[in-house]
């Protein structure tokens, strides 16, 4: 976890590396039209002053919202848990009723062809399915390596019973441990607490890495878009969009227990996406082909990623956690306010799909 901030910007850097490859083919007309070059002087002037207010707009409510869980609320409290049923609703919206579906329309495009996997297969699923394996797969293997490194550390440093005594209490070649749920014989486990702040962190790492993906692809698509009349409802979605977003993965990083110095690279890891998105879009609006195979094969397979991570993370790791929790079954209240503020979270970031 000490090269978290390492981690995450090699990450996004070698995400922009593929950004290339969603305007490589942008010059080429095809069937499905050409570029958005189009417009008057006057209206690309126009949606400029747009865009550059979007970028400015989005940033702000990306680091109020994921800085506002983070900064302004105790974990303890049960509004805390209201908040994170909330964030968990948002987070499930986004996967299932953003990302897939645009997932979806780009990867079953007649502009990519009919020939195969590209007619009837449902590749979308496919692609989301394996992100959500991986995903999976990842916070396991990384836990037991993570538990198997510091079981071995502890191992050099406690005492190991050589003595010729054989009763339950002494074993050759075994240490004899305390951990915080009560002293094991025979083997060395990693504390509980120390295990499920380290499944926090793997967790609100491969959160974030999924919600970069979409923020930098919605980013672009804004900054892509030629008119004024399509920017200014984009505009506020995705501004409300990266408020809600935050808000549900500033709720994970406040559990997480990271260093000050991780939480700022976090917080700026994320706000900074979408604006740098909308900065590539801008550049390469003249050009930009959004209908070209190239683009939509590599923005198809990058949201269904995105969208297989989000909703296995949401209902895996944020969803069932927080109502199966001891505080949530032993009060009918609590567990109707987070209930309500599943729904609410889902709803209202259903609701943005109208606009975006």
């Known amino acids: 976890m000490r090269s978290l901030p390492k981690t995450l910007i090699s ?3 070698l995400f922009l590396a593929i950004v290339p490859l969603l305007v490589s083919a942008a010059e080429e007309e095809n069937q499905c039209g050409g570029s958005n070059g189009g417009g008057s002087a006057a209206e690309k002037a126009t ?11 989005i940033l702000v409510a990306g ?16 509004f805390f848990m209201f908040v994170k049923a909330f964030a968990a609703g948002v987070i499930l919206a986004t996967g299932f009723v953003h990302i897939l579906p645009d997932a979806t ?7 990519i062809g009919e020939e195969p996997p590209w007619g009837d297969f449902p590749m979308t699923e496919l692609v989301a399915m394996a992100a959500a394996i ?37 074993h050759i070649g075994s240490a004899h441990t305390h951990a915080s749920q009560g002293h094991s014989h025979g083997s060395l486990l990693v504390p509980l607490d120390d295990h499920i702040t380290l499944r926090k962190k793997i967790v609100t790492q491969v959160l974030e890495l999924g919600i970069v993906v979409h923020s930098v692809i919605i980013g672009i698509s804004l900054g892509v878009s030629p008119s004024v009349s399509t920017i200014k409802p984009l505009l506020a979605a995705i501004t409300f969009h990266q408020l809600f977003e935050g808000f549900g993965l500033g709720g994970c990083i406040s559990e997480a227990n990271f260093r000050v110095k991780k939480i700022w690279v976090m917080v700026l890891f994320f706000a900074l996406t979408a604006p740098v998105g909308i900065g590539i879009g801008t550049g390469v609006a003249e050009i930009y082909n959004e209908n070209s195979p190239m683009t939509l094969k590599v923005s198809g397979f990058l949201n269904a990623a995105a969208a297989g991570i989000l909703i296995y993370m949401a209902l895996v790791d944020l969803v069932a956690p927080l109502f199966m929790d001891h505080k949530a079954q032993s009060s009918m209240k609590i567990q109707l306010s987070c209930s309500f503020s599943l729904i609410l979270g889902a709803g209202l970031m259903s609701l943005l799909a109208i606009w975006a």
């Open 134 to 170: 991986l995903t999976m797969m990842i916070e396991s293997f990384a836990s037991g390596y993570m538990n198997r490194s510091r079981s071995g550390k502890a191992s050099k440093t406690l005492p190991v019973s050589t003595g010729g005594d054989k009763d339950e209490h002494s």
């Open 11 to 13: 990450t996004f850097v």
């Open 47 to 57: 949606a400029l002053k747009y865009k550059i207010g979007a970028v400015f707009s």
């Open 63 to 78: 680091v109020f919202g994921v800085c506002s869980p983070i900064f302004g609320l105790k974990s303890e409290s049960n």
């Open 105 to 111: 329309e780009s990867l079953t495009s007649p502009c």
